[in-house]
């Protein structure tokens, strides 16, 4: 799914540094390289490229990541790249 971005500065996500102790998973698990770790901390390299499928939050051991999941087009993006590829009607429910 290269090529898909967010919303220009309206991504949900926000990342405690303070809180962060530097495992990697938030970078190993984001679909669109949002999270690279700088200084054994993540940081948020691209806002703009988080879809807000909530993977990041979800496997943080430490809670330092918030998301609202399920507010963005993770699923919308998702739909129209199966659309594109002919590999789901237009309109049919899914996910």
């Known amino acids: 799914m290269k090529g898909f971005r967010y919303l220009e500065n309206v991504a949900t996500l926000k990342l405690d540094q ?6 990697g998973r938030c970078p ?3 679909p669109h390289q949002v999270f690279e770790l700088v200084e ?3 940081v948020i390299r691209d806002l703009g490229a988080c879809m807000e499928c909530g993977a990041c939050a979800l496997n943080c051991p430490v809670k330092a990541i918030y998301v609202d999941a399920g507010v963005g087009c993770a699923s919308g993006m998702i739909n129209e790249w199966l659309q594109e590829r002919n590999l789901r009607a237009p309109g049919g429910n899914c996910c």
């Not at 303070?18 to 495992?23: H, L, N, Q």
């Open 18 to 23: 303070a809180a962060c102790i530097g495992c």
């Open 28 to 30: 190993e698990v984001c």
């Open 40 to 42: 054994k901390k993540a």
